[in-house]
């Protein structure tokens, strides 16, 4: 598996001490603007909700633990502010899942994951039923994850989420990051960046169009990055596959048991309430955002393309 090193990576020290100045500069703006609470929530800092889901899977283990090497890999993927933290709160309560998120060690270093080999000593480690990695700046390797012999019978579940809302959510916590990461894309350095490796020539082409450079908003950066990485579920094949899902947070939110027992049915786990009675169903709208009309315009195309192609999925699945 084949990734951009870091910006940070030959830094040492000094990259570290970066890595973590950003990563509390982050979480500062995301208290001044969502509230301390959120950010709790948000990042699962509350350590008795930590313990008490330790314990589940510890209770678990020592009832029906699996062999080890015997965990089915499940790979969270997509794109930041989709909705993925809500989705694993709930799976995590479940005591034969054990996740391993983005702060997890053994497997990721700043977001990314180790490699493959860090997956499978993960597995190897595991006596629960399905391991969940949360590889999220990772998501366009996601198809060589489930292609490796060494990895068998692994699932991925994209999560999407409306891009204005998405969008809206990521400025909130991310400032320019989109914009940054296109401005290297259309320079040509989009290779050392995760949100550019494996663009096809393509999506290069139309992030240069929008000239990032000079023309685009944070907002409009947020939506046409959205839209790139989202087209990677056709552009690599994934729509197709059987072992990959595709998850909507809107959808999740408007009947989230309908949702929960989506995922269920893919990964191999029994559906019940705890893993969504979390989730405050209610109706959601895209909100207005003062965005460059064009971007609006390809990140709504995108989206359109992901229900039909969800769509396609379900029909496919009910004609069998």
């Keep these: 598996m084949t990734r951009a090193a870091h910006p940070d990576a030959a830094d040492g020290v000094a990259g570290a001490a970066a890595h973590a100045a950003r990563k509390v500069a982050r979480h500062v703006r995301w208290a001044r603007t969502e509230g301390v609470g959120r950010l709790v929530e948000e990042d699962r800092l ?14 678990w283990r020592a009832a029906h633990g699996l062999p080890r090497g015997s965990a089915r890999p499940v790979y969270v993927v997509g794109l930041q502010r989709s909705g ?17 998120g983005e702060g997890d060690r053994r497997t990721m270093h700043r977001y990314r994951l180790r490699g493959e080999d860090a997956v499978v000593a993960a597995v190897g480690r595991s006596r629960s039923r399905v391991l969940l990695l949360k590889p999220l700046c990772d998501s366009q390797h996601v198809d060589r994850l489930l292609d490796s012999p060494r990895l068998p019978g692994g699932r991925a579940l994209w999560v999407y989420r409306e891009p204005l809302a998405r969008a809206r959510s990521e400025v909130s916590k991310f400032g320019t990051s989109s914009l940054r990461a ?18 096809s020539p393509a999506s290069v082409e139309l992030v240069r169009s929008f000239d990032p ?4 908003s944070p907002l409009g950066a947020a939506l046409v990055l959205w ?19 595709l998850l909507s947070y809107d959808a999740l939110v408007a009947d989230p048991a309908a949702e ?11 559906p019940r309430p705890a893993l ?14 003062e965005a460059e009309p064009r971007a609006v315009a390809l990140a709504e195309q995108v989206h359109a393309e992901l229900a039909a192609a969800r769509g396609r999925r379900d029909a496919t699945a009910a004609g069998r």
């Design 84 to 100: 993925t933290n809500m989705l694993l709160r709930g799976v995590d309560a479940a005591p034969e899942v054990e996740v391993r």
């Design 260 to 270: 929960v027992q989506r995922l269920c049915e893919h990964v191999g786990l029994v």
């Design 276 to 289: 969504w009675e979390h989730v405050e169903a209610r109706a959601t709208h895209p909100p207005r955002v």
């Design 182 to 199: 296109l401005q290297a894309v259309a320079a040509g350095d989009g290779g050392r960046t995760w949100q550019g490796e494996r663009l």
């Design 213 to 216: 450079a000079t023309s685009l």
């Design 46 to 59: 509350d350590p008795r909700e930590r313990l008490r889901t330790a314990w589940a899977g510890a209770r």
């Design 227 to 245: 839209s790139v990485r989202n087209r990677l579920v056709a552009e690599l094949g994934l729509d197709a596959r059987d072992d990959v899902a």
